[in-house]
């Protein structure tokens, strides 16, 4: 594989970096796995360092590219967008318990 691509971060559940093939790879891992794939496919480091190849449909689903000098750990914002759902696809909020026994059997 040519080195002409320069490792990128992706993010999903996790953190990976991967590179995009320029042209057919096929490797054995160390626990004698064979991996295969084709020109635009994407070959994928995983946090503890094991590589294996995605195809290209596949990854370009799952997978967003972290935007150059973008924070590698992902943090919720808040989205004002999200309060102007209509109210079926808005969640509702917790609602406290109250007391659910009448009154008149509080003092017994």
């Not at 891992?29 to 995983?46: C, I, T």
Request: with cysteine; charged share 25%; proline share 9%.
């Amino acid at each position: 594989m040519k080195a002409t691509n320069p490792w990128t971060t992706y993010r999903t559940r996790f953190l990976v970096k991967a590179k995009q093939l320029t042209a057919s790879l096929t490797f054995t891992d160390v626990l004698g796995r064979q991996h295969s794939g084709r020109k635009g496919d994407y070959l994928v480091e995983s946090s503890d360092g094991v590589l294996r190849i995605a195809p290209r449909q596949i990854f370009e689903d799952i997978y967003v590219p972290l935007l150059t000098g973008q924070e590698e750990t992902p943090r919720l914002r808040e989205t004002p967008a999200l309060l102007s759902l209509p109210p079926h696809l808005s969640r509702k909020s917790p609602q406290p318990c109250g007391d659910r026994r009448s009154p008149s059997l509080r003092s017994l």
